[in-house]
């Protein structure tokens, strides 16, 4: 990563029966999955871009992404895939951060990545959390390698899988987010937010 940018990581694993398909991020709108929607916004602000699954899996192939499966068996929430891809880094010496994004929100920033490594400097930064209408949004977030001792404690000691858990534990900058339309932070979850997504793309 000589660019000096961080990494990234798209929770692409979660599985949603609401959905109508086995894997969130292969919903479409506007003829694209929600992961091509978020890669296409995300993937240029990096040097490289992974995707978090549960396990390991070829549905992903077409993207031409690494695929980092969870190094915890069974789902335990969204800091497993932040601690599976955060370990991936370290090993292969890669340690200019690491930007987290759900598969699932088609409206991201351009400009995330800058804004949130532009609110922590240092060797030591602490990590970057997104808050949007005041409240905090942790799947958007910016970490840092010297973080996975603590993330490793929660996940593989404590048995938690909450972003949430592990903040409470190391310094973090909340960065406020100002309002706008669609909120950048919007999340698919459903087939209705499906269709509302659509919505404000058909309005773009």
């Given at each position: 990563m000589n660019s000096g940018k961080p990494a990234g990581v798209i929770l692409a694993g979660g599985r949603s029966s609401r959905m109508g398909v086995k894997y969130k991020a292969l919903a479409e709108i506007s003829g694209k999955t929600l992961l091509a929607h978020v890669i296409g916004r995300l993937q240029p602000q990096l040097a490289t871009l992974l995707l978090s699954c549960e396990s390991q899996t070829t549905v992903f192939e077409p993207y031409g992404l690494p695929v980092v499966a969870d190094l915890m068996p069974?789902?335990?929430?969204?800091?497993?895939?932040?601690?599976?891809?955060?370990?991936?880094?370290?090993?292969?010496?890669?340690?200019?951060?690491?930007v987290l994004c759900p598969?699932?929100?088609?409206?991201i920033p351009v400009n995330?990545?800058?804004?949130?490594?532009?609110?922590?400097?240092?060797?030591?930064?602490?990590?970057?959390?997104?808050?949007?209408?005041?409240?905090?949004q942790p799947t958007f977030s910016l970490w840092q390698s010297h973080h996975l001792d603590v993330i490793h404690d929660t996940v593989v000691n404590k048995g938690k899988g909450g972003l949430k858990m592990?903040?409470?534990s190391i310094p973090h900058k909340?960065?406020?987010?100002?309002?706008?339309?669609?909120?950048?932070?919007?999340?698919?979850?459903?087939?209705?937010?499906?269709?509302?997504?659509?919505?404000?793309?058909?309005?773009?």
């Open positions: 069974g789902y335990r929430g969204p800091l497993t895939g932040l601690y599976s891809a955060l370990y991936y880094l370290k090993n292969r010496g890669q340690n200019n951060g690491l598969c699932d929100a088609p409206f995330l990545v800058e804004v949130l490594a532009g609110a922590v400097q240092g060797d030591h930064a602490p990590a970057a959390v997104i808050s949007y209408r005041g409240e905090l592990v903040l409470r909340v960065v406020e987010w100002a309002p706008q339309e669609p909120s950048p932070f919007f999340n698919v979850n459903t087939p209705e937010d499906l269709e509302i997504a659509q919505m404000w793309l058909d309005r773009a």
